[in-house]
């Protein structure tokens, strides 16, 4: 039980195109989604919370504007890079949660590449 | 403000040897603390949670965690590597407002033959 599903697990775009990654939770009604940016053997820095039907909580020093999520509902969010550079290149990890105190269960992340 | 610190960035075990990753917290709160553990290219799985029950935590795959409180520390062990354990390994703390995470800078387990 539990199973996060990141879609897509890899994206190689041009310098200027959106990208959009998708997290569901294909068992149960995630409360909570968090998504995560890792940079190459470094550890995990959180991006933004959210929670369904309200607007995302970010990060001291994560662009709302670049970095897009949406949580319409229980079982999916989306983060959408927005005129996406090289710099943004990274692996992208979303969890969800059942609620608070709950664990987070990590999708498989998405490996963006910009080019 | 809670914090974690794995120490030792990279750890090299012979197959069959114990296995000790070392976490030390940082929290003005009785913690919640967490191991992952991370796969090339694929997200994280948990392997144990510390929950303010018991302090000794068994978790899957052989590995344990044991809390201690007077040394703030939530040290994973195994007691015989295998192979397949070479992995990142994450400890993780949660803030005082819910369960948003936050972690160590992992330690890459490797495991020779």
């Known amino acids: 039980g539990a199973v996060v599903s990141q879609h897509p697990s890899r994206v190689i775009c041009k310098s200027g195109t959106s990208v959009k990654i998708e997290c569901r939770s294909l068992d149960f009604q995630a409360t909570t989604m968090f998504w995560y940016r890792q940079f190459p053997k470094q550890s995990l820095m959180l991006m933004a919370t959210?929670?369904?039907?309200?607007?995302?909580?970010?990060e001291q020093g994560v662009e709302k504007d670049k970095f897009l999520i949406n949580h319409a509902s229980l079982t999916l969010s989306t983060l959408t890079v927005t005129s996406a550079h090289p710099e943004d290149s990274s692996f992208y990890i979303c969890?969800?949660?059942?609620?608070?105190?709950?664990?987070?269960?990590f999708g498989d992340g998405t490996r963006l590449s910009i080019l | 403000a809670q914090s974690v610190t794995q120490l030792g960035s990279h750890v090299s075990v012979s197959e069959g040897a114990l296995v000790l990753l070392r976490c030390n917290y940082s929290s003005s709160v009785p913690p919640y603390l967490f191991w992952y553990v991370q796969y090339p290219n694929q997200g994280l799985q948990l392997l144990l949670k510390?929950?303010?029950?018991?302090?000794l935590v068994k978790g899957i795959n052989g590995f344990e965690a044991e809390f201690k409180k007077s040394e703030t520390s939530f040290h994973l062990t195994k007691p015989s590597a295998h192979m397949s354990d070479a992995a990142e390994y994450f400890c993780?703390?949660?803030?005082?407002?819910?369960?948003?995470?936050?972690f160590g800078g992992g330690t890459r387990l490797m495991v020779k033959p």
């Open positions: 959210s929670n369904e039907g309200s607007k995302a909580t970010y």
């Open positions: 969890s969800a949660s059942l609620g608070i105190n709950q664990p987070q269960h």
């Open positions: 993780a703390v949660t803030r005082h407002a819910g369960n948003m995470l936050t």
């Open positions: 510390y929950t303010s029950a018991a302090t």
